[in-house]
């Protein structure tokens, strides 16, 4: 797919990473739901584009389509996530790094301040205690959401300011799922909100600029 959109052969890291993400992601019995999702995830950076960028974060794409479209034999860790202390805080330290290195830690932690506060109203609303609806964020998988996948520099809009609404976005959607009882809630609120944002920056401001060196190539 590289090969045809691009004319020249890709670095393989993109996928392998969106191979992985998805196989720790989805569960299932059988062998071809990994394949399927590992496949729709990266198609989908090449199929699914718009003045030239993919709009989906891909390894949501993927998890998502898949546990939307064969709800009998896939599940996703959501339903497993727990919170057991020690891989907790080896997520939080390392996603905590991560994040800050790459510029992208005032996406989590908007994120995570803006789900502690819809969780203290779904709680009003349905009566369950706070601590319950707060636990999900202390499961590692959740982390990995938090950290590797709203964080995605490819699918983020430009703006800090932008960034962080986004994802304020992305938590009260999630919200709302999850009042209406969906499984996949954070997933499918990602799957909606991201690509709008894009789409909305890009019909306001036009798509990003790269700048060109000499030869002509893109840099």
């Known amino acids: 797919m590289g090969r045809v959109t691009y004319g020249s052969w890709p670095n393989p890291v993109s996928a ?31 199929v699914l584009r718009y003045r030239g960028r993919h709009l989906w974060n891909p390894t949501n794409f ?25 891989p907790m805080v080896v997520i939080w330290l390392l996603g905590f790094v991560i994040v800050w290195r790459v510029g992208r830690l005032h996406v989590s932690a908007t994120y995570v301040a803006a789900f502690l506060v819809f969780s203290v109203l779904r709680a009003w609303l349905t009566g369950v205690p706070w601590l319950a609806t707060v636990a999900p964020l202390t499961g590692p998988m959740y982390q990995l959401f938090t950290f590797f ?59 990003p600029t790269s700048g060109r060196s000499a030869n002509g190539q893109a840099r």
Not at 18 to 42: C, D, E, H, K, M
Not at 65 to 77: D, E, G, K, N, Q
Not at 156 to 171: D, H, M, N, P
């Open 149 to 207: 996948m709203v964080t995605d520099p490819r699918t983020t809009v430009r703006s800090k300011t932008g960034q962080c609404v986004v994802v304020v976005l992305v938590a009260f959607v999630e919200m709302l799922l999850r009042l209406a009882e969906v499984v996949y809630a954070p997933l499918y609120a990602l799957f909606l909100i991201g690509p709008a944002a894009l789409l909305e920056e890009m019909w306001t401001n036009g798509p």
């Open 16 to 46: 392998y990473i969106s191979g992985i993400s998805a196989g720790i992601l989805i569960r299932s019995p059988f062998w071809w739901p990994y394949v399927l999702t590992a496949f729709i995830s990266i198609a989908s950076k090449y």
């Open 62 to 86: 993927g998890v998502s389509a898949a546990a939307f479209l064969a709800p009998a034999t896939v599940t996703v860790l959501s339903i497993q996530w727990g919170n057991v202390v020690a």
